[in-house]
């Protein structure tokens, strides 16, 4: 099993490392690789750290898994669906690791319907959250629910470094302190 944890890690916080800890419990022998996303591809996503800088966070936070430049490698924004269907070549049961809120956009992703019926996803649920999987169909089947009650915020953490500086590793807060990053 192949678990694909995409998103901004924008820093990456504990929440991301202890997603990871709940994922490892959970699907114990699973392969999970980190995919964050790419300035130049993520043009909506604003006060995103360069692509390097949140890879070598990445790196800190992480040091044990694989930290893939996929997405960052790409010229332009190819959806889920290509990055899973290139993923396949390594193992054929993939799993995209996805927050609840991302649900509700879910049906305006590239290739959204031949992306549920091929593949797997692990929804992670926080307490206040509610999830409507109608709009799936017949391939509800495909998602597995996991909660996880933690509240902290990334984008709490680039708003005020300082005041959250427990919600990082130390080895990331060094970083972010080094090469001065969320400075207003």
């Known amino acids: 099993m192949l678990i694909i944890y995409g998103g901004s890690f924008n820093p990456p916080t504990k929440a991301h490392l202890e997603l990871v800890n709940i994922i490892k419990y959970n699907f114990k022998g699973a392969k999970i690789v980190i995919v964050p996303v790419s300035n130049k591809n993520y ?39 290509k990055l899973l269907s290139d993923f396949k070549e390594y193992d054929d049961d993939i799993y995209f690791l996805i ?3 991302n649900l509700v956009q879910m049906p305006l992703w590239l290739n959204f319907e031949k992306l549920i019926k091929e593949f797997k996803f692990i929804v992670v649920k926080r307490p206040t959250d509610d999830i409507d999987f109608t709009k799936f169909g017949s391939y509800k089947e495909n998602f597995k629910v996991i909660e996880m009650h933690n509240e902290i915020s990334a984008t709490k953490v680039r708003e005020n470094v300082e005041k959250h500086k427990d919600w990082l590793s130390l080895d990331v807060y060094n970083y972010i302190k080094k090469h001065k990053l969320y400075e207003v």
């Open 43 to 81: 043009t909506w996503k604003t006060n995103l750290a360069s692509d390097e800088d949140r890879l070598q966070m990445l790196k800190l936070e992480f040091p044990d898994l694989l930290i893939s430049d996929y997405e960052m490698k790409n010229k332009e924004y190819q959806g889920t669906y």
């Open 99 to 101: 927050g609840s809120d």
